[in-house]
Nanobody, 118 residues
Framework: QVQLVESGGGSVQAGGSLRLACTAS????????MGWYRQAPGKTRDLAAV???????NYADSVKGRFTISRDNAKSTVYLQMNSLKPGDTAVYYC????????????WGQGTRVTVSS
């Protein structure tokens, strides 16, 4: 089992910045990637950013150029630096870890709320 604990959510005005952190613990061997998904009220949970073990990153078009994902392997922690925040970024942000090779399993954090006011 993998446990994911998120921190760093909150409320900010448009144009502001926040940094989210997610620390993995437990059976973290063979985690392939970690990322952040977000879910706005009444909408689906969608990928915001992901980073692989090899450091390859991928971003949703809506956050490219504003969000940066990074990881500290020594701390088993992934970060999401969010700049130039918009009201449309308001959502619950969930940390995700994908583990395994032939059979990939998803693990989720409890979610952290980000609210951006205009």
């Amino acid at each position: 089992q993998v446990q994911l604990v998120e921190s760093g959510g909150g409320s900010v005005q448009a144009g502001g910045s926040l940094r989210l952190a997610c620390t993995a613990s437990g059976d973290i061997f063979n985690i392939n990637s970690m990322g952040w998904y977000r879910q706005a009220p009444g909408k689906t949970r969608d990928l915001a950013a992901v980073i692989t073990n090899g450091g390859i990153t991928n971003y949703a078009d809506s956050v490219k150029g504003r969000f940066t994902i990074s990881r500290d392997n020594a701390k088993s922690t992934v970060y999401l630096q969010m700049n130039s925040l918009k009201p449309g970024d308001t959502a619950v942000y969930y940390c995700n870890a994908k583990k395994g090779s032939s059979h990939v399993r998803d693990y989720w954090g409890q979610g952290t709320r980000v609210t951006v006011s205009s």
